[in-house]
């Protein structure tokens, strides 16, 4: 989708919980190996504990109204995707989230789109300001804690380990420092028949030993993984412009993907990407990370904060979840 009236990410804000799971601590308890922690994603994850998510993702809100001066009651729609073991105490997350911020007035939804419900949430949030000039502020939160999960956080699949936290994206018109050129959405659902063994929060599946083709769907899941992010990057690329391989690499100065371990970016993301762009990727997540549905929003956050994109050039910004969804959202810095 070519994002033709002026939208704008106004600000990005990361909330994390203070305690943290480390590398060293998971070697020291057994839970993986020092070689599988020489090979992770990342060094530490944020653990948030018996913190419910929703409110995780009010204080991420929170902070990111707060730093630009907003007034909650402004807010005309809320986005919430969260990722949780079972229904949160509140029947309504989004709205629960909406009401103690003061968004009296927002329309709220909430996503299940597993790790692309930031990606998600920034997407229906810009097409319901393209369609409708009355919306002037928009609200995209993500919120997860896996303290529950059955198992070891850190064997949660290969290199990749589940974070707790939080994060918002503002979404306004005229002022804001990126500028949101265009949309590439995709989805195989198809694939979800052999995701569910995966579930997060269900017990990891027994491996499997012996001769066997695929037996638990993994080179399926990666092809039409690869496939789907192929497909939404095409459409971005295309409506922002830059389907052209020369123009794409003089505008585009970086891009980002979920925060997974590498071998799963780089047999899914990277080689789902225009040969020409594949050395402008950028990893973010190191002391985070996977945020389940935050990854997206949280890349966005630590660019922002990083002051990563000079006048004039872009990033492209991956959202995939399981099941399988992807989002390819193009960002300009004016």
Known sequence: MRVERTVRIKAATTWLPDARYTAASAVAAGAITEEQAAGAACSEVPVGAAVPAWWMGSQAARQCLGDHGVDPAEIDFVAYAGMTPEQEDPWSPAHRLARVLGASRAVAIGLAQMSNGGAAGIGWATTLMQADDSVRYALCTTAGNFSALPYDRWRTAPATV????????????????????????????????????????????????????????????????????????????????????????????????????????DQVVRRALPRALRDRYR????????????????????????????????ALLIGTGAGATACAIVVERE
């Not at 095409?234 to 590498?262: E, F, K, P």
């Not at 973010?284 to 002051?307: S, V």
């Open 162 to 265: 589940f974070g707790d936290g939080a994060t918002a994206v503002l979404l306004g018109r005229d002022e804001g420092p990126l500028a949101i050129r265009s949309l590439g959405s995709a989805g195989r659902p198809l694939l979800e028949e052999t995701f569910p063994a995966f579930h997060p929060f269900r017990p990891l599946p027994e491996p499997v030993s012996g001769p066997r083709e695929d037996a638990l769907g993994f080179a399926s899941n990666l092809k039409g993984s690869r496939e789907v992010i192929q497909e939404a990057v095409g459409i971005a690329l295309a409506d922002a412009g830059l389907a052209d391989d020369d123009t794409a690499r003089d505008r585009i100065a970086l891009i980002s993907s979920n925060r997974l371990g590498a071998q799963v970016t």
């Open 283 to 314: 990893a973010f997540g190191a002391e985070t990370g996977h945020l389940g549905a935050g990854d997206l929003p949280a890349n966005l956050a630590d660019i922002l904060a990083g002051d990563l994109l000079g006048a004039g050039e872009c």
